[in-house]
């Protein structure tokens, strides 16, 4: 199989979304098994069913190739039986490319890519305490619903692959999900919005605007994070934003906007992904990310904390709840 690239245009001549097979379809395609089949062999493989759920929560559309250099304990063959199990399960939805010559493609066996995405209609809260995880798996899983988010696909894929970009240069890179004005500053009041990838390294954080049209004009966007890298909680950030409209028509106007704003950088999102630099010659280095938090401890020991403990260092946290970012 070809090596996907999500900026080659001719993926996209039918427009910015793949074909979608949706989990509340009454029809069933052949490839897809049936449900408590899928169910009864997932309930013996939850550990790569969590991981793959991670990775797609986060990321939001993920091609099976991207997802298993994001995590290489994930398999690559979209028509791998832990995806097609999960489709089957309903705690997935597969895409695949919509031809604009030739006969379409209905089976990830014999297609060139397949991408993944959370169910768009259902949250999978409840679905998932069923096929037998812990309620800390769930919020291992990430911040918010667990459903798929309204986003157009190609602009999702060329997040994940510039995301692999900047984890093979050193960043630690963190997916839409995370992405959220109110975690990076503290502050609910800064709201849910935020960029569409993270990059965290030693000495602070790249936030990545990936713009493909100037729907919310484009001076609106950049007033916003004026106010947020000026909140007293955010910590030291610039924001790259990156033009990857399919005519290449908004570098100039994004170039303008950030001229005036030293922590505000412009590029082409394919000129990034092979530089890592923005046109201002902005170039941040990695440097060795911290490490990642355990979240389950440290929440333990404000419980310890509220019930009178002086610390929880002796509290044994099962490894079957132990909540860690991976």
Known sequence: MEQF???DDRWWTAGSSL???D???PVRPAWVPGHDESVAALRRDLKLVL???RQVHQYRTVDTGSLAMLDPGLPANPASLLYTRMVGAGILELGLPIPTGGKAVGN???SP???LRLPAHRRLETPLLRLGFTPVDIASLGPGPLRGARQYDRHNLICVSLALTARRAGWRTWGEAYGRFSLMTGDPLMGSGGPDLMLQGEAGWCAVELTASAGQTLEEKFRRWDRVLAHPGCPPMDVLWLDASRDHTLLDPLKGLAAARPRQHAGSAAAWRDTLACDDGFHMEPGTPPPLPDW???NVERL???VGFPDASGWRIPPRINGRYR
Do not use: E, G, I, V
């Open 108 to 110: 990830p066996k014999y």
């Open 19 to 21: 074909n979608w097979w």
């Open 23 to 25: 989990s509340t379809s």
């Open 5 to 7: 690239d999500p900026m």
């Open 296 to 298: 389950m401890r440290s």
């Open 304 to 306: 310890a904390a509220l």
């Open 113 to 115: 890519f397949a991408a």
């Open 51 to 53: 991981a793959t759920l």
